[in-house]
């Protein structure tokens, strides 16, 4: 049958395209999640009972409104692969289940689907003039994720970007289609993953300094989301350095600048070679999007290759820069939670931590604030809290950086990291936490 005549005849309203919904489905959203479908289906709640979703909370879904749980308890149970600030809260009140992924770009392990997939909905652009659509600005694991689902529904929104790479799925690979509802949300003001952006301060710009002395030409660059590492791009002195190359999670702001600029071309890298490799781009400025859409330097790949640490490692002098909410004076990395309490998600951290120490050349890079709350915490801790997830462990921590300098770990006894590490806490913490590191370390 012709391209066409299949999607006008698959083409329904979100309304009925949810009833293939079932008691005791699971539910997939891929973020950004598709605001008809969600809609659509909470409006089934009173049909349906323990239908299990799992979202990236990415979106101002009505599945992510707290009061659906406490209407409907036996409806609807969420999950999630990524604590954003959406989903934080229902986190916190125990209304959200979290998937602890195993290895993110390891195919079998990091892929975060443990179970198979009744349903898959997903937002895609219109069909091209060979019947494929695109996934926009993200892949992750959607394309993965349609081919071993069950059923597949799409809704069909035409202003998502199309880009080159492994990015897209033929119209005869979906199930059912609907037309886009937008979400009456006004563009901009948030990152990729729908996070508030409220521009950096001082301290962050002081951080991002640090941070671009330890890139050097022709290095090879990751640069994870996060209050700090993403103003690398912008704040770094990147402007100032040559043949850099970009292999990424995300593509946070500033990039698409650097590579008008000429800053990133990827010469220097082994394989794909003059290319921007991600799973996600956008997060930056409208200038940005409009020259990464459609554009060959940008090609966006699945998550199992992005983010494989073995793809990674392929390139030379790989230098993978990500933030922390805490580090121990032994150089275990925190950035996901305080305590027991979710916050964040590792995302692709420990992937290219892995992928960079198994770089020739490679480096690795933590950057935060030495303080939070207001200064009356320091992030720089003899111990981590007690229920703290460690993101990254210690036998991987390399550079760690502050707006007091950069501690360098790799290679260095405990006692070596407590000093390098106390040494760009904030001044107030540093006599307490040489006290507790010499009771720690010394005799």
């Given at each position: 049958?012709?391209?066409?005549?299949?999607?006008?005849?698959?083409?329904?309203?979100?309304?009925?395209?949810?009833?293939?919904?079932?008691?005791?489905?699971?539910?997939?959203?891929?973020?950004?999640?598709?605001?008809?479908?969600?809609?659509?289906?909470?409006?089934?709640?009173?049909?349906?009972?323990g239908v299990k979703i799992m979202g990236g909370g990415g979106s101002d879904l009505p599945i992510y409104d707290a009061s659906w749980y406490d209407a409907f308890p036996d409806a609807f149970s969420l999950e999630t692969s990524y604590v954003l600030p959406l989903i934080r809260d229902l986190i916190a009140q125990k209304k959200s289940d979290f998937i602890v992924s195993g290895l993110y770009g390891v195919p079998d392990i990091g892929e975060g689907m443990p179970k198979p997939i009744d349903v898959f909905m997903v937002q895609i652009s219109p069909p091209d003039e060979h019947g494929f659509c695109s996934f926009g600005n993200s892949l992750w694991m959607k394309k993965e994720w349609a081919r071993s689902a069950k059923i597949v529904i799409a809704e069909v929104n035409k202003n998502i970007i199309r880009t080159y790479g492994d990015n897209f799925?033929?119209?005869?690979?979906?199930?059912?289609?609907?037309?886009?509802?937008?979400?009456?949300?006004?563009?901009?003001?948030?990152?990729?993953?729908?996070?508030?952006?409220?521009?950096?301060?001082?301290?962050?710009?002081?951080?991002?300094?640090?941070?671009?002395?330890?890139?050097?030409?022709?290095?090879?660059?990751?640069?994870?989301?996060?209050?700090?590492?993403?103003?690398?791009?912008?704040?770094?002195?990147?402007?100032?350095?040559?043949?850099?190359?970009?292999?990424?999670?995300?593509?946070?702001?500033?990039?698409?600048?650097?590579?008008?600029?000429?800053?990133?071309?990827?010469?220097?890298?082994?394989?794909?070679?003059?290319?921007?490799?991600?799973?996600?781009?956008?997060?930056?400025?409208?200038?940005?999007?409009?020259?990464?859409?459609?554009?060959?330097?940008?090609?966006?790949?699945?998550?199992?290759?992005?983010?494989?640490?073995?793809?990674?490692?392929?390139?030379?002098?790989?230098?993978?820069?990500?933030?922390?909410?805490?580090?121990?004076?032994?150089?275990?990395?925190?950035?996901?939670?305080?305590?027991?309490?979710?916050?964040?998600?590792?995302?692709?951290?420990?992937?290219?931590?892995?992928?960079?120490?198994?770089?020739?050349?490679?480096?690795?890079?933590?950057?935060?604030?030495?303080?939070?709350?207001?200064?009356?915490?320091?992030?720089?801790?003899?111990?981590?809290?007690?229920?703290?997830?460690?993101?990254?462990?210690?036998?991987?921590?390399?550079?760690?950086?502050?707006?007091?300098?950069?501690?360098?770990?790799?290679?260095?006894?405990?006692?070596?990291?407590?000093?390098?590490?106390?040494?760009?806490?904030?001044?107030?913490?540093?006599?307490?936490?040489?006290?507790?590191?010499?009771?720690?370390?010394?005799?």
């Amino acid at each position: 049958m012709d391209w066409k005549e299949e999607y006008k005849r698959r083409l329904v309203a979100a309304e009925d395209a949810v009833k293939v919904v079932k008691s005791g489905d699971y539910v997939v959203f891929a973020q950004p999640e598709a605001p008809a479908l969600g809609l659509a289906l909470v409006s089934r709640a009173g049909d349906i009972t323990g239908v299990k979703i799992m979202g990236g909370g990415g979106s101002d879904l009505p599945i992510y409104d707290a009061s659906w749980y406490d209407a409907f308890p036996d409806a609807f149970s969420l999950e999630t692969s990524y604590v954003l600030p959406l989903i934080r809260d229902l986190i916190a009140q125990k209304k959200s289940d979290f998937i602890v992924s195993g290895l993110y770009g390891v195919p079998d392990i990091g892929e975060g689907m443990p179970k198979p997939i009744d349903v898959f909905m997903v937002q895609i652009s219109p069909p091209d003039e060979h019947g494929f659509c695109s996934f926009g600005n993200s892949l992750w694991m959607k394309k993965e994720w349609a081919r071993s689902a069950k059923i597949v529904i799409a809704e069909v929104n035409k202003n998502i970007i199309r880009t080159y790479g492994d990015n897209f799925i033929h119209v005869s690979e979906i199930d059912y289609f609907v037309e886009h509802t937008p979400s009456g949300k006004v563009p901009g003001g948030t990152d990729i993953l729908g996070r508030k952006t409220t521009g950096p301060g001082e301290l962050e710009k002081t951080i991002a300094a640090y941070v671009g002395t330890i890139v050097k030409d022709g290095d090879c660059l990751e640069i994870g989301v996060g209050g700090t590492a993403e103003w690398v791009a912008q704040f770094g002195g990147l402007e100032k350095k040559h043949d850099l190359g970009w292999h990424s999670e995300n593509t946070v702001r500033g990039i698409g600048t650097l590579v008008m600029q000429g800053v990133i071309n990827g010469r220097k890298k082994n394989i794909n070679v003059g290319k921007c490799v991600a799973t996600a781009v956008g997060g930056g400025t409208k200038e940005e999007m409009d020259f990464i859409a459609n554009n060959p330097l940008f090609e966006v790949y699945s998550s199992s290759y992005a983010l494989n640490p073995n793809v990674i490692s392929q390139n030379d002098n790989v230098v993978a820069i990500n933030s922390a909410i805490a580090v121990d004076l032994t150089g275990q990395i925190a950035a996901e939670s305080v305590g027991p309490v979710m916050t964040s998600g590792s995302g692709g951290q420990l992937s290219f931590a892995i992928g960079a120490y198994l770089s020739k050349g490679g480096r690795s890079v933590v950057a935060l604030p030495s303080t939070a709350k207001g200064g009356r915490i320091s992030r720089i801790m003899p111990m981590l809290e007690p229920g703290t997830v460690v993101s990254t462990p210690r036998t991987l921590a390399d550079h760690v950086v502050t707006e007091y300098g950069i501690a360098r770990l790799k290679g260095k006894t405990q006692r070596e990291r407590a000093l390098e590490l106390i040494a760009v806490a904030h001044p107030d913490f540093r006599a307490e936490l040489k006290k507790e590191a010499e009771k720690l370390y010394w005799p």
